[in-house]
């Protein structure tokens, strides 16, 4: 069968006729249907969270190929397509090895770390949770950037499915400092005596623990706690006392106006560097 050129330019970008010789009335090219009524997540579409089981989460993490951040966007958006969401279905249809990018700092890059790459990937597609999911996205960049990580209790060890003999492979925790992958694995690497190319047990442990702290994040916001208020939430004083200079809408003298909100002194000494 043929069809003319307004037939498949119907076709291609779901366009549908009203009637013969009507005008035709597109759809947005980010509908959240396409032309064969199939769901898929619409540019700027937000869905329902429902509280997961951190642990249960972290262990899927663990065991999830394909890097940092796929690690933990896949794990808690599988998680969310088996929750109590009204959203559970929705979740099921996005393709999480779209995050496989995110290895090592954006495909080996060493920039943003996987973990919080994922991090705002997820909870930017989330409707909003009491307000919080902003505060919730800078708590889980400053516990990466702050905590000693990964994890290391018998009991998260046991959780997510390791072993203490494994724990030789990561030897040390350490910390980043920093949100870019760069930092942290060049900490780890000093604390730990071992390079890059052995990071495959430290780098999975790190990303069960973050899965399982972003779940956390979640789960409290959702029950109604002000995540804004922790400190964990906030820039260090550090950070806050270069901010007070070099603000966002206004800045002290010649001072260049900057956004970030990562820690300063990491890359930065005074005004010297």
């Known amino acids: 069968m043929s069809i003319n050129r307004r037939q498949a330019l119907t076709k291609i970008i779901g366009l549908s006729t009203a009637a013969a010789g009507a005008t035709l009335l597109g759809t947005s090219a980010f509908a959240a249907t396409d032309a064969n009524g199939n769901y898929r997540l619409a540019l700027g579409e937000k869905l329902k969270y429902a509280p997961l089981d951190a642990m249960a989460t972290a262990k899927l993490a663990y065991e999830t190929g394909g ?5 933990v966007f896949h794990a808690i958006i599988t ?10 279905e929705k979740f099921a249809t996005i393709p999480t090895a779209l995050a496989g990018y995110g290895w090592a700092g954006v495909v080996g890059q060493g920039t943003l770390c996987g973990n919080l790459n994922a991090s705002g990937m997820l909870i930017n597609i989330l409707d909003d949770i009491n307000g919080q999911n902003s505060a919730i996205i800078g708590a889980s960049f400053r516990y990466y950037e702050t905590n000693d990580l990964p994890l290391s209790s018998a009991e998260f060890i046991a959780g997510i499915g390791s072993t203490a003999e494994k724990s030789l492979e990561v030897g040390k ?4 400092n920093s949100p870019l ?5 060049s900490n780890w690497s000093a604390a730990s005596g071992k390079p890059f190319a052995l990071k495959g047990e430290r780098c999975k442990r790190l990303s069960a623990s973050m899965a399982y702290h972003i779940v956390e994040l979640l789960n409290r916001a959702h029950g109604g706690e002000d ?5 964990e939430a906030k820039p260090s004083a550090e950070a806050q006392a270069c901010q007070s200079c070099h603000g966002v809408t206004e800045t002290m003298g010649s001072a260049a106006s900057v956004k970030s ?3 300063c002194t990491t890359c930065h000494t005074g005004h010297y560097n």
Do not use: F, K, R
């Open 79 to 88: 998680m969310l397509a088996a929750s109590g969401s009204v959203d559970a």
């Open 173 to 176: 925790t350490s910390i980043a």
């Open 227 to 231: 995540i804004s208020i922790l400190a």
């Open 67 to 71: 890097g940092c951040m796929h690690q």
């Open 261 to 263: 909100d990562m820690e």
């Open 181 to 185: 992958c760069h930092s942290s694995i």
